[in-house]
């Protein structure tokens, strides 16, 4: 009970960082171009991320029970990943870095659950020299097997929940934010300029709130699905049996839906990280990248919102980081190709592309020592 505790508590931590770790991501742009302060987007994005953490688990489901099997998760593996990715989250944070949150945390949770297929910390399976693994790997090798690249004739695993969608929806964020744009200049291009930007520093509020609902939708229900997996793990090894009855909410069967009160947890923590903010992710969003206008703003968090909310109803935990900055990528591109910042954008790739294999080392590495620390 008392690992649980700590992974309850840990979880929680993350979560409260990725509010105010990500909440720039979802209104860097609002920010940027004016249309609300950053008091007002701050409140504003915290209310809707309580809004949309509260709609549909499809995230939390395909957290849970989609990418690692259960053989290879515990408490021990689960709080790793949580300390991983707290640990790569403070880091970009701290250096400006728009990383993916999405992505540490599965990448957190793949390197701890690899971890535990090791001889070492399978202390049980030591004695017996000719023992082998669950999956049939002699004692010391790691067991690949426990990450499901893909099951169910593709409808899940990491192939079509995560790489596929990690590689697509920046592309997705890139293209439709040019298309929208490039409607937009022809749809306004006879309108007087300071009209257009009155209305659409109007209608940033709206597209703002949406992306704060979006942002709600996907991120929170990460962590949802972390903690469903802790209880599951949890029930299954047994550490709840000596509970008193009071706590019987605790026991969860594997693949049970997302506990009410899991939701309103996740929900209401992400909301105060929100709240938080994130100033040092803000600047380089909103500034660093290409300068923008209210109509810019616009068109790149309503693309941004529809790729989110699209991309959670398929239970798929898309990088809010990675599909905002795309879709402010070609709105900027849009605009004018001459005036965006490429030194920013390759930083952020380097991000993009570093995220994943840390973020496992992370995992792999914090696993181990934990079982060495809390045998």
Sequence with gaps: MTIFLIVLFAALVFE????????????????????????????????????GALWG?????????GLVDAVAVNMHVIAAALMSGITWNLITWWFGIPSSSSHTLVGSLCGSALAKTT????????AA????????????????????????????????????????????????????????FIIFRNRKPAMVQHVFRKLQILSAAGMGFAHGTSDAQKTMGIIT???????????????PGWLGFLNLSE?????????????????????????????????????????????????????????????????????????????????????????TITRILWAWTLTLPVSMFLGYGIYNAIVWLLP
């Design 255 to 343: 693949g049970a839906d997302v506990p009410v009160w899991v939701k309103i947890l996740c929900a209401v923590v992400m909301a105060a990280g929100t709240a938080g903010g994130g100033y040092r992710i803000i600047r380089t969003m909103s500034h660093k990248m290409t300068k923008l206008l209210p109509v810019n703003g616009f068109a790149a968090e309503l693309t941004s919102a529809t790729v989110l909310i699209g991309t959670s109803q398929l239970g798929m935990p898309v990088s809010t980081t990675h599909v905002v900055s795309s879709s402010i990528m070609g709105v900027g591109v849009a605009k004018d190709v001459r005036r965006v910042n490429f030194s």
């Design 57 to 65: 688990t499809a995230v939390a489901k395909t957290i849970s029970e």
């Design 119 to 126: 001889e070492a910390n399978f202390p049980e399976l030591a």
């Design 229 to 243: 997996l802790a209880l599951i793990a949890g029930t299954a090894s047994g550490a709840f049996v000596n509970n």
């Design 129 to 184: 020299a000719n023992h082998v693994l669950p999956h049939g790997y002699l004692p010391g090798d790691i067991d690949w097997s426990v990450l499901f690249w893909s099951i169910d004739n593709g409808t899940k695993g990491l192939w079509p929940k995560l790489v596929m969608p990690m590689l697509l929806a920046p592309v997705l964020g890139f293209f439709f934010g040019m298309v929208v744009m490039f409607l937009f």
């Design 16 to 51: 409260y960082i990725n509010g105010f770790h990500d909440s720039a991501n979802a209104i860097a742009t609002s920010i940027s171009t004016k249309a609300l302060t950053p008091r007002m987007a701050i409140m504003l994005a915290a209310v809707m991320n309580l809004l």
